[in-house]
C-alpha cells in the first residue's frame, strides 16, 4: 500500500471515528431510553393500591422509567382486560404489569401478549394452581397469610376455639390469591372444631353488604381481601354483624382505620409496597437484558394489633397507604 | 540464519524522509494533543466538580434557610399560643376566645399546620384546632412528643416524622406530621396548672420543600435528619426501611457542617452538610462521584472529537509540509538513483537552499567523476600504448642489426676482445630491456642499462664522443621506470652529438634533491631551436621523424602516468652549446612492495 492510500485509510479511519463519537453525543443528548410501563390493576382508583402504587412509582423512580396506571373499573372480563392490555401495547407500553382477570382463558390470552412485551402478574396467578403459572407472578405468600390469619385467631382464643361459629367472606374464589388464602386458612382450623357456617365470594361486589345482612350469625367474620374486609368492618362499626369479631387480610388505610377503631381485630398486611416495586424492577430488568427471565416473586406480609398499630415499623406501612 | 538475518533486515528497512518526517510531526503532534486533551479534561472536570459542590452549598444554604424559616414559623405559632393565648387565658373562664383565637392562628397557618393541640398534665385534651374528635384511647403520655416535653420542660422539641395518633378522621385516613410540643403552664378555674402545647406540622410541607431540590436525575440527593441521625426526609425513605436500599444516616450525627468524603457500599461520595438552627436537624447533600461524570460523558466525547479532527487536520497539514520538505530531497535522491542505474539525467537542483547546494555539488561531483573517469581511460590508454613503445624499444631491430653488424665486423678484423665485450654489453642491454617483464627497476639497473647502450653505441659510432657517467653513489638504491634514459642517450647520439668530429661529449648526472632523483644527460651537441624545445614533449609526431621510435613523450607520459604531472622530463638547450634533458622522478627505495605499488599504478606522487 503506497502512502497516499495508507494516507486517506488513516483519514478514513479518523473520520469514522469522528461519526460514531458523534453519533454517541446525540444519543445521550437524547437520554437514555426511557421505558414506558403500564398497570393494570382491577379498581384501579381504589385506596387499596395506595401502597402498589407507591411501590411502583418509587421503583419507576429508580430505574428511570415511566409508569402509567389504567384507570379501570371493578369486574372486568378476560376479553376486556386483553383489551386494555392492547390498547396499551399500541400506545407504547413497553411492558405490562397486570392484576389477572381470574378465568380459565387468561393465562392463555397473556401468554400470546408476553410474546410482544413483558408481562408481570401482580397479586396473583393467571392459572389457578401457583405451580402450573407460566407467567412471572409478583404476590404476597397467600396461602402463609391464610394460615397466619388462623394462627392469630387461634392466639385469641389461647388455642380454643370449639363451638365458634365462622363466616368468609371473599371478592373473588376463583382467584389463585383467594383460593389459597382460603387454602391456608382452612388448613390450620382443620382440626379445631370451629364452625365454618357461609362463605360468600364476591362479596366486594354492589351486593356485598346484602349478603352479610341475610346470612345466620356467626362469632367470627373471616375476610379474605381488602374490599371484603373493609365492608365487613363498616358492618361491624354499625353492629350490623350481632357482636361477630372481624379477622381478615386487607392494605388499605380504611382497614387500619377499622383495625384501630376495634372493628377489626386482626389485619393481615401484604407488603403492597415490594410486590410493587420489585414487580416493576423485575419488568426493567427484562427491558434492559433481552435474555433476562422473569421470575416468580413471593413477600412476606405482616400482621397488625390494634396494640402495635403505630410502632415504627407499622407506621411506615401506614405511611405508603396513605400514599396518593 | 542467514535468511532470518535478511528478513529481519527487511523488516528494520529505513524509513524515507517523508514517512520520516511525517511520523516524527505525527507523534509529536498526537502526544502533544493527548497531554493537552488530558490536562484539558482533568482542568475541566476539576472545575466542574467545584462548580458542582458550590452549587449544592449554595442550594443547601437557600433550602436550610426555607427550612429554617418553615420551623421558625412554626415555633412563633406556639409562642403565640402559648404567650398571647394560653397564658393570657383561663382555660374555664375564656374557653371560646381560647378556640376563636387558636381558630385564627390555625387559619393563618393551616397549609403548614395540621392541629394545634393543648393537653394537661394527664394527657387530658383541653383545647384543639380544628376541632375533631379525639380517639378513644390515644394514650397521649406515652406519645413520645409528651414525653420529652414533659422532660425537658424549657426547652421546644421538634419530633421525627410520625402518624398522628390523636384524632378520628371521618375521611379514614392517617396524617404523617412533625410534632413541635413544649410544656406550658396554664391556668383551669383560677388553678394553675401544667401541660403540653403541641403544634403538629404537615408533613407534606417539609417534604415538598425536599421534593423540590431533589429532581436532579444524576445520583446526587438531599435528605433531612435529625441530629441522632435519624432520617427526617429522604426521597428513598421506604426503600432503605424495606432494606432495598441503605444511607449512612447514623454517622451524620457525628459530622458538623462542611465537606466530606466518605466511602459508602463501594462508592465514593461528598457530603456536604448543613446544621438547621435551633432544632439540631442535618441537611444533607449526597453527591455520588459517578454523579460528577454524569454530565461529563458528553464533554470526554466532545474533546475526543475535538482531538480526532485535529488530528485529521494536522495530518494533511503534516502531509502538506513534509511533501514540501522531502520532495526536492525526493526529486535529488530520484535523480541521483537514475544517475547511478547507469542514466544520466540532470541532477535535480531545486528546493531549499541548502538542497540545492547539496544538488549543485552533487552535480559537480559527478561531473568531475567523469572527467576524472575519462582522464583515467585516457592515462590508461596512453599507459598501454607507451608501454607498447617500450617493448617495441626493446627490440629494435635497427638497433640490434647495427649491433650485430658491429659485432660481425669485429670478429671479421680479429677484434675478439672487442666483439667479446660488445656481445657482453648488448647481452646486459638485453637483460635489463627484458627484466622479467617488470616496469619499475632499480636505477643500478637502468644505469647499467644505459652505460651498456652507450657502449654499444661508442662502438659503433667508433668512438666519436664521450660518456661520462657522474652518479652519486647512494641512488642506486632507488626505484626508477625502465628504460627512460636509453630513449634521451639515443636522442642525445641522434641530434646531439652526431655530426660532430670526435669532440661530442654527453654526461649523465644522477642525484638526490629534495625527494627526488634527478637524472640529467646532458651533451654539448649542436643544441635544439628554441621553438622546437617546446614541441618535444608534447607533438610526438615531430620526435619520431628522427627517432628509434621511443620518444621524449613516450617517457615523460610513463613518469606522469606512474608519479604524477609533477614529475617528468625538462628539457634546456641552446643552440650550439648542447642541451640537458632531466628526468625527474620521486625518491623510492627500490624494495619489493615498492615495486609492486608502483607497477599497479597506484600511488601518485603530488
Given at each position: 500500500m503506497n502512502s497516499k492510500k495508507k494516507f486517506i485509510c488513516l483519514e478514513a479511519a479518523m473520520a469514522t471515528i469522528v461519526m460514531i463519537l458523534l453519533f454517541i453525543m446525540v444519543k445521550e443528548q437524547m437520554g437514555k431510553q426511557s421505558y414506558k410501563i403500564s398497570v393494570i390493576l382491577q379498581?384501579?382508583?381504589?385506596?387499596?393500591w395506595s401502597a402498589l402504587r407507591y411501590g411502583l412509582k418509587m421503583a419507576a423512580k429508580d430505574s428511570g422509567t415511566e409508569v402509567f396506571f389504567a384507570s379501570i373499573g371493578n369486574e372486568l372480563t378476560v376479553d376486556e382486560q386483553i383489551n386494555i392490555i392492547k390498547y396499551e401495547i399500541d400506545n407504547g407500553a413497553d411492558a405490562i404489569i397486570v392484576q389477572p382477570?381470574?378465568?380459565?382463558n387468561t393465562e392463555v390470552e397473556l401468554k400470546k401478549l408476553e410474546k410482544k412485551v413483558p408481562v408481570m402478574l401482580v397479586e396473583s396467578t393467571a392459572s389457578k394452581d401457583r405451580n402450573a403459572s407460566i407467567l412471572p407472578t409478583t404476590e404476597a405468600d397467600n396461602y402463609a397469610m391464610g394460615r397466619s390469619l388462623a394462627e392469630e385467631i387461634l392466639k385469641d382464643y389461647n388455642g380454643n376455639i370449639q363451638g365458634k361459629k365462622l363466616g368468609i367472606i371473599t371478592d373473588n374464589s376463583s382467584s389463585e390469591a383467594i383460593t389459597n388464602r382460603i387454602r391456608g386458612f382452612k388448613d390450620i382450623l382443620e382440626n379445631t372444631d370451629a364452625k365454618i357456617c357461609w362463605t360468600i365470594f364476591g362479596s366486594s361486589g354492589k351486593s356485598g353488604k346484602s349478603f352479610l345482612k341475610n346470612k345466620p350469625s356467626v362469632d367470627l367474620v373471616i375476610a379474605l381481601d381488602n374490599a371484603s374486609l373493609v365492608n365487613a368492618a363498616e358492618d361491624s362499626a354499625l353492629n350490623k354483624l350481632h357482636g361477630a369479631l372481624v379477622y381478615g387480610i386487607g392494605h388499605s388505610t380504611e382497614a387500619v382505620y377499622y383495625l384501630d377503631t376495634g372493628d377489626i381485630e386482626c389485619l393481615v398486611v401484604p407488603d403492597e409496597f415490594n410486590i410493587g416495586y420489585k414487580s416493576l424492577t423485575e419488568v426493567v430488568e427484562s427491558l434492559e437484558y433481552y435474555f433476562y427471565k422473569m421470575k416468580d416473586m413471593t413477600l412476606y406480609y405482616t400482621i397488625l394489633r390494634n396494640e402495635e398499630l403505630f410502632s415504627e415499623k407499622n407506621q411506615e406501612i401506614i405511611f405508603t397507604m396513605s400514599q396518593m | 540464519m542467514k535468511i532470518k538475518y535478511s528478513k529481519s533486515m527487511k523488516k528494520f528497512k529505513p524509513r524515507g524522509i517523508h514517512s520520516t518526517i511525517m511520523f516524527a510531526f505525527s507523534a509529536v503532534s498526537a502526544f502533544i494533543m493527548l497531554i493537552l486533551g488530558v490536562v484539558l479534561y482533568m482542568r475541566f472536570s476539576s472545575i466542574s466538580r467545584q462548580e458542582i459542590i458550590q452549587n449544592t452549598q449554595k442550594l443547601m444554604e437557600e433550602t436550610g434557610e426555607h427550612l429554617e424559616d418553615y420551623l421558625l414559623n412554626m415555633r412563633q405559632v406556639s409562642d403565640t399560643v402559648y404567650y398571647n393565648v394560653i397564658k393570657e387565658n383561663d382555660f374555664s373562664d375564656n374557653d371560646n376566645l381560647i378556640h376563636q383565637e387558636m381558630k385564627l392562628i390555625y387559619e393563618a397557618n393551616k397549609n403548614n399546620l395540621r392541629s394545634i393541640a393543648i393537653y394537661n398534665n394527664y394527657g387530658s385534651l383541653m383545647a384543639a384546632e380544628p376541632v375533631a374528635l379525639q380517639k378513644e384511647d390515644p394514650d397521649i403520655t406515652h406519645q413520645n412528643w409528651f414525653t420529652r416535653a414533659m422532660d425537658e420542660m424549657e426547652n421546644m422539641h421538634f419530633s421525627t416524622?410520625?402518624?398522628?395518633?390523636?384524632f378520628s378522621d371521618a375521611a379514614r385516613r392517617y396524617y404523617w406530621v412533625i410534632s413541635l410540643s413544649r410544656a406550658v403552664e396554664f391556668s383551669d378555674s383560677g388553678v394553675p396548672m401544667s401541660g403540653v402545647l403541641l403544634v403538629d406540622m404537615d408533613y407534606s410541607g417539609i417534604s415538598r420543600m425536599m421534593q423540590k431540590i431533589n429532581?436532579?436525575?444524576?445520583g446526587q440527593y438531599y435528605y433531612l435528619c435529625d441530629s441522632t441521625g435519624q432520617i427526617i426526609y429522604h426521597m428513598k425513605q421506604v426503600q432503605i426501611s424495606n432494606g432495598i436500599s441503605s444511607e449512612n444516616n447514623s454517622e451524620i450525627a457525628n459530622y458538623r457542617d462542611g465537606v466530606y468524603h466518605e466511602y459508602f457500599k463501594g462508592e465514593h461520595r461528598k457530603l456536604l452538610i448543613k446544621t438547621i438552627s435551633y432544632t439540631g436537624w442535618k441537611l444533607v447533600g449526597v453527591i455520588p462521584y459517578s454523579s460528577f461524570t454524569h454530565g461529563m460523558f458528553n464533554m470526554r466525547y466532545f474533546i475526543m472529537v475535538i482531538i480526532i479532527l485535529m488530528a485529521m487536520m494536522l495530518a494533511v497539514i503534516h502531509r502538506f509540509i513534509s511533501d514540501k520538505i522531502s520532495s526536492p530531497i525526493l526529486k535529488l535522491n530520484a535523480s541521483v538513483m537514475e544517475y547511478e542505474a547507469g542514466e544520466k539525467p540532470e541532477i535535480y537542483i531545486g528546493g531549499s537552499q541548502e538542497i540545492r547546494h547539496l544538488g549543485y555539488s552533487i552535480q559537480r561531483s559527478y561531473e568531475q567523476i567523469d572527467l576524472l573517469m575519462k582522464e583515467i581511460v585516457m592515462e590508461q590508454n596512453e599507459r598501454r600504448k607507451s608501454e607498447l613503445d617500450a617493448l617495441q624499444s626493446q627490440i629494435n631491430p635497427h638497433f640490434l642489426y647495427n649491433a650485430l653488424d658491429s659485432i660481425v665486423w669485429m670478429v671479421e678484423g680479429e677484434r675478439n676482445d672487442d666483439a667479446v665485450f660488445m656481445i657482453s654489453e648488448l647481452a646486459k642491454l638485453f637483460r635489463i630491456s627484458l627484466s622479467k617483464g617488470r616496469t619499475i627497476i632499480s636505477l643500478q639497473d637502468e644505469l647499467q642499462h644505459a652505460k651498456s647502450y652507450m657502449n654499444i653505441q661508442k662502438i659503433r659510432y667508433k668512438n666519436c664522443f664521450s660518456i661520462d657517467f657522474d652518479i652519486d653513489s647512494f641512488i642506486y638504491s632507488y626505484c626508477s621506470v625502465k628504460l627512460i634514459l636509453q630513449p634521451i642517450l639515443e636522442n642525445a647520439i641522434n641530434y646531439g652529438i652526431n655530426g660532430m668530429d670526435d669532440c661530442g661529449e654527453i654526461t649523465v648526472i644522477g642525484r638526490k634533491e629534495d625527494g627526488k632523483i634527478i637524472l640529467s644527460v646532458v651533451d654539448n651537441g649542436i643544441g635544439i631551436p628554441e621553438d622546437e624545445v617546446n614541441f618535444i614533449l608534447t607533438d610526438s609526431d615531430r620526435v619520431h621523424k628522427h627517432g628509434s621510435g621511443v620518444g621524449l613523450v613516450n617517457v615523460n607520459n610513463r613518469i606522469q602516468i606512474l608519479f604524477g604531472k609533477d614529475y617528468g622530463i625538462t628539457i634546456e638547450s641552446e643552440l650550439d652549446e648542447g642541451t640537458t634533458v632531466s628526468v625527474c622522478i620521486p625518491a623510492v627505495p627500490y624494495t619489493e612492495e615498492n615495486r609492486k605499488i608502483l607497477e599497479k599504478g597506484h600511488i601518485k606522487y603530488e
Open positions: 379498581d384501579s382508583d381504589s385506596s387499596q382477570v381470574s378465568d380459565i | 416524622p410520625h402518624i398522628q395518633n390523636l429532581n436532579q436525575n444524576n
